[in-house]
C-alpha cells in the first residue's frame, strides 16, 4: 500500500526592505528573460513541467514505495513486461515470455537491441540482479519479489524464474515499476548490492540520489528534496526517443497551488486536484479530464483492537456497516466524482466488478445493536489526518461520526500523522479508522493478501486475530490458492467469490473509489492514467 | 434675556479612550455570546444545515461548510471553545509564573537562579514551536493543546513578576513590616505580591488576545481542537482545503481578528488607566 503524506511543513518567503533593491534587479531580469525570444518562442523544447505533492521516500528503485516512485521508476527505469492502455501486458525489456502450466515457472528472453543509458546491453544478469535486490533489500515492495525461489540465466538474453507457489499473476507483478532492472555492473561500481545481506551492506541509496542507471526513455538530471525532480532524455535510448526533451516535476503541496499554477502556465500538468477545486478552474487552456481511478477509501473496524469498549462481534460489526449511507456518504466527499465500492477489490480489476451494493437500513441497524446488548456504544476512531486521492479523511469520518451517531453509536474522531496512525493501527489496533489504498501492479491477489481475512495478513493482524481467531475466514486463503493457480476469467471468477467473503467479513469496508482528475494544458498530448505505472510520461508530447 | 449660566463640562478621564472602549464592547459582546448562544443559535453546529458549500445566502448569512453546516453557527459557537482556552491559559500561566517569579525575586539564592535559569530555557525556544512540540508530543486535543501553551506562556509572568518583586522588597512599608516582625509569607504574599498585580494584570489582558491566536494556530495544523468542534483554527483549516469557498475561513478568520484585537485594545487601554506614569 503506498500512502502520501500531505501535511508537509510549509515555507514562507517575504522581501524584506534590505531586500527590495536585489528583488527590483531580479523582477527587471525577470521582465527580460520572460519576453519572447525567437530561439524557443514555439516551446518545442521547453521543459514539461508536472506539478506535483511529491512523496518520494526513495530514488532506489528497490526502495522507492509511492505514487511518485511508480511515474520515476517507469519513466527512468525499465521492466520486463508493462501494460497497454486496456491493461495487457506488452513487451517491454522482454521480446517474448512464457509461463508453465502450473504457473511456476516463468521465462523471459530479452530484447537484443535493449540498451542501458551508458550503452550497455541489458542483460539476463542484470534482471536476476535487480530482482535478488529487490527481495534481499526487504524493502516496502519487496513483497512482490518474495515468491521467488530461484532465478536461472541459461545465456544473457535469458530469464527463467522459478516461483515458490503458482503465481497465476506473476506476469503483472513484473509489469510493476519497483520490478525495474538496473544496471547492475555501474550500480555494484557505487555500493549496490543484491546479496543476501544486502538490507544491512548496500550503502547506495544516496548514489540513487543523483543516478539513473537504467534502460529507460529519462535520466535523472538533478534532484532537490521538497523542490523538484528533473529528468532529461536518454540519449542512447533503445526505443523510439520521447518527444520531450526535459521533464520537471515541481514540488507543489495543495491542489489550490496546483490549479493556479495550470492556469497561469507555469504548469503542464496536475493530477492531485481534488474535484471541489476541479470545479474552479476557468481558464479554457486547461483540459480537466476525469477518468475512474483504482484507489479507494475504506473505514475498517478491529475487533481485536484493545480500545473496544464492547465486543465488536459480526453482527455489531454488521450494524456499523448498515448504519452507513454510503450514498451520501459519496456526495459529500466526491459528488459526481467518485464511485461506491462494495469490496476491497476496485472496479476493472479482475473479478472487480458486479458485487452488490452495501444496503444501508439503520432501523436493522438498531436492532442488531439492541440484540448484541450494545444500543449505545462508543467507538474511538483514529484516523490519519491528510487527504487521499482528494477525499479529505477528517471531513469523511465527520461525516461517517454524523451517520453513525443516527444508530447511537458514539464515534470519538483522533485525527492524527500518517506515522502515528501507522504505529497505532499496528499496535494495539484502532477500533474504527479510515484509510486508503492504491494498487501496486495490476492483479487482484494483491488485496486478498493485503485485506483477506486469512492468517499473517496485514489486516487480519490489524483486525486483532491474535486477539479473536473469530475474525480469521479461511475460506479466503483457499480461494486465493485456487485462482493464483488458475488464470484468465476462471481466476477473476474465483477473485469476485473472494470479493463477497471479504464483503461479509465486515472488517473493511471499502466507501468510494475517487476519480482521478487529470487536468493539463490543451498544448500537451497523451496524458492518461495507468494502473502500472500511474503516468507513462514518455508518451507525452506537445 | 436671561444670561445662560455655563456649566463647566466634565472632561472624560484621559484613559478612557475609543480603543478602550471599542475593546471592552468587542469582548463584552463575545463573552455574551459564549453565555447565551446555545438560546438562539440559528442551527444546530454539528448537523448538516443545508446543501454543502452554499455561498452566503438569508439562510445561512456565512454560507455552509464541506459537510453543510452553518458556518455563521459554527463561528458563534467556536468562542464556546476560545475564550475558556484562553481563560484557562492566561490564568494558569499567572499563577504558575507569578508565584515562580515571586519566590525567585524574593527568596534569590540558588532557588531564584534555579527557576530564573528555566525561565531562559524555556524562552530560548520560538513559543510557537515549542508549543506545537508539546502539543504533537501530548496527542491533539484542546486540553492537551492548553497545557502545551501554559507550558509556554509562565516563564513571561516569572520574569515580570521576579522584576516587580525586586523593585517592591526594597521599599520602606516592607523595611518597616520586616521591623515588625512579620513572617516571610506574609511578607510575600501581603507586603511585597499585593503591589506588583498590576504589570501582570495589564500583561495578561494583552495576552488572551495572543493565547487565543496561538490556540487556533495549533488547531490550524490539527494539534488543537479534533472534529467536529466548531474550533476557529479548525474552521480555518477547513476554508483552506475549499481555498475557493471564502466564505469558510472568513467567519473563524474575521472572529479571531475581532478577539484579538479587542483583547489588545482592552489591554492598552488598561495600562494607560493603571500606570501612573500615564497620567
Known amino acids: 500500500m503506498k500512502h502520501l503524506d500531505l501535511r508537509g511543513s510549509s515555507s514562507r518567503s517575504r522581501i524584506t526592505r534590505s531586500d527590495g533593491t536585489a528583488a527590483l534587479l531580479a523582477l527587471a531580469a525577470g521582465l527580460i528573460l520572460a519576453a519572447p525570444s525567437p530561439s524557443h518562442a514555439q516551446g518545442a523544447n521547453k521543459p514539461l513541467v508536472i506539478a506535483r505533492n511529491m512523496d518520494l521516500n526513495s530514488l532506489d528503485p528497490h526502495r522507492s514505495f509511492c505514487d511518485t516512485c511508480q511515474i520515476y521508476n517507469s519513466t527512468v527505469y525499465e521492466t520486463l513486461l508493462t501494460l497497454d492502455t486496456s491493461n495487457k501486458l506488452v513487451p517491454l525489456l522482454a521480446a517474448n515470455w512464457e509461463a508453465s502450466a502450473d504457473q511456476t515457472k516463468f521465462t523471459f528472453k530479452l530484447d537484443p537491441k535493449a540498451k542501458f543509458s551508458d550503452g550497455s546491453p541489458v542483460e539476463a544478469k542484470d534482471v536476476k540482479w535487480s530482482w535478488e535486490r529487490l527481495k534481499n533489500l526487504k524493502g516496502s515492495a519487496a513483497f512482490l519479489a518474495e515468491n521467488i525461489t530461484q532465478i536461472d540465466t541459461p545465456n544473457p538474453q535469458t530469464v527463467v524464474v522459478t516461483v515458490a507457489a503458482p503465481n497465476s499473476e506473476f506476469l503483472n507483478i513484473v509489469s510493476a515499476p519497483y520490478m525495474a532492472v538496473v544496471n547492475s555492473k555501474v550500480a555494484s561500481a557505487n555500493g549496490a548490492m543484491a546479496a543476501a545481506d544486502a538490507a544491512t551492506k548496500d550503502n547506495a541509496e544516496g548514489w540513487f540520489l543523483q543516478n539513473s542507471p537504467g534502460s529507460g526513455p529519462y535520466v535523472l538530471a538533478s534532484y532537490s528534496p521538497n523542490n523538484e525532480l528533473r529528468l532529461k532524455r536518454n540519449a542512447q535510448y533503445w526505443r523510439s526517443a520521447p518527444a520531450i526533451e526535459d521533464v520537471v516535476f515541481r514540488q507543489v503541496k495543495d491542489a489550490v497551488a496546483q490549479a493556479q499554477m495550470l492556469e497561469s502556465g507555469t504548469a503542464d500538468i496536475a493530477m492531485q486536484i481534488d474535484p471541489d477545486t476541479a470545479k474552479t478552474i476557468r481558464s479554457k487552456d486547461v483540459t480537466v479530464q476525469t477518468v475512474p481511478s483504482y484507489n479507494f477509501i475504506y473505514l475498517a473496524l478491529s475487533p481485536g483492537a484493545k480500545g473496544n469498549k464492547v465486543k465488536m462481534t459480526k453482527e455489531v460489526r454488521e450494524a456499523i456497516s448498515l448504519g452507513l449511507n454510503r450514498k451520501e456518504i459519496l456526495e459529500f466527499t466526491l459528488g459526481k466524482e467518485g464511485q461506491l465500492i462494495s469490496a476491497p477489490i476496485p472496479l476493472g480489476f479482475p473479478g472487480g466488478s458486479g458485487f452488490p451494493e452495501e444496503p444501508y437500513d439503520p432501523a436493522k441497524a438498531k436492532d442488531l445493536l439492541a440484540k448484541s446488548n450494545a444500543s449505545n456504544i462508543e467507538l474511538d476512531a483514529a484516523f490519519p489526518n491528510l487527504n487521499a486521492y482528494g477525499v479529505d479523511l477528517s471531513l469523511l469520518m465527520q461525516k461517517v461520526q454524523q451517520e453513525l451517531s443516527k444508530i447511537n453509536v458514539k464515534v470519538n474522531l483522533q485525527p492524527m500523522t500518517f506515522s502515528n496512525w501507522r504505529e497505532q493501527v499496528s499496535g494495539n489496533g484502532i477500533p474504527l479508522t479510515a484509510v486508503f489504498y492504491a494498487p501496486d501492479y495490476y492483479g487482484s491477489a494483491q488485496y486478498v493478501e493485503y485485506f483477506g481475512m486469512m492468517p499473517g495478513s496485514p489486516w487480519a493482524k490489524r483486525a486483532g486475530a491474535a486477539n479473536d481467531p473469530s475474525v480469521i475466514n479461511p475460506r479466503e486463503q483457499e480461494l486465493l490458492k485456487k485462482a493464483l493457480a488458475s488464470g484468465g476469467e476462471e481466476a477473476a471468477t474465483i477473485y469476485h467469490e473472494i470479493g463477497l467473503e471479504m464483503i461479509k467479513d465486515k472488517v473493511i469496508l471499502p466507501l468510494v473509489s475517487p476519480n482521478l482528475i487529470l487536468a493539463y494544458n490543451k498544448g500537451v498530448k497523451g496524458v492518461r492514467y495507468s494502473a502500472c505505472c500511474n503516468l507513462p510520461v514518455a508518451e507525452i508530447s506537445r | ?279
Open chain 2, 1 to 279: 434675556m436671561a444670561a445662560s449660566a455655563t456649566l463647566p463640562r466634565r472632561k472624560a478621564p484621559d484613559w478612557l479612550t475609543t480603543p478602550l472602549l471599542a475593546g471592552a464592547l468587542v469582548i463584552l459582546f463575545w463573552i455574551v455570546v459564549a453565555a447565551t448562544i446555545n438560546l438562539w443559535a440559528p442551527y444546530d453546529p454539528l448537523a448538516l444545515a443545508g446543501r454543502r458549500l452554499q455561498p452566503p445566502s438569508m439562510a445561512h448569512w456565512l454560507g455552509t461548510d464541506a459537510l453543510g453546516r452553518d458556518v455563521l453557527t459554527r463561528t458563534l459557537y467556536g468562542v464556546q471553545y476560545s475564550l475558556p482556552v484562553a481563560l484557562g491559559v492566561v490564568i494558569s500561566a499567572v499563577v504558575i509564573g507569578s508565584l515562580l517569579g515571586g519566590i525567585a525575586g524574593f527568596v534569590g539564592g540558588f532557588i531564584g537562579a534555579a527557576i530564573m535559569r528555566l525561565v531562559d530555557i524555556t524562552l530560548s525556544f520560538p513559543p510557537v514551536l515549542l508549543a506545537m512540540a508539546v502539543a504533537a508530543s501530548l496527542g491533539p486535543g484542546l486540553t492537551n493543546a492548553g497545557i502545551a501553551m501554559v507550558l509556554v506562556w509562565w516563564p513571561v509572568y516569572a520574569r515580570l513578576m521576579r522584576g516587580q518583586v525586586l523593585e517592591v522588597r526594597e521599599r520602606e512599608h516592607v523595611e518597616a513590616a520586616i521591623a515588625g516582625g512579620a513572617g516571610r509569607t506574609r511578607l510575600l504574599f501581603t507586603h511585597i505580591l499585593s503591589l506588583c498585580w498590576t504589570p501582570v494584570l495589564i500583561n495578561a489582558t494583552m495576552d488572551f488576545g495572543q493565547v487565543v491566536l496561538l490556540a487556533a494556530s495549533l488547531s490550524f495544523i490539527g494539534l488543537g481542537a479534533t472534529p467536529p468542534t466548531p474550533e476557529w483554527g479548525s474552521m480555518v483549516a477547513d476554508g483552506a482545503i475549499h481555498f475557493y469557498q471564502w466564505w469558510i475561513a472568513f467567519g473563524p478568520g474575521f472572529a479571531i481578528l475581532t478577539v484579538v484585537l479587542g483583547f489588545n485594545f482592552l489591554g492598552d487601554g488598561l495600562r494607560d488607566m493603571l500606570d501612573p506614569r500615564t497620567h
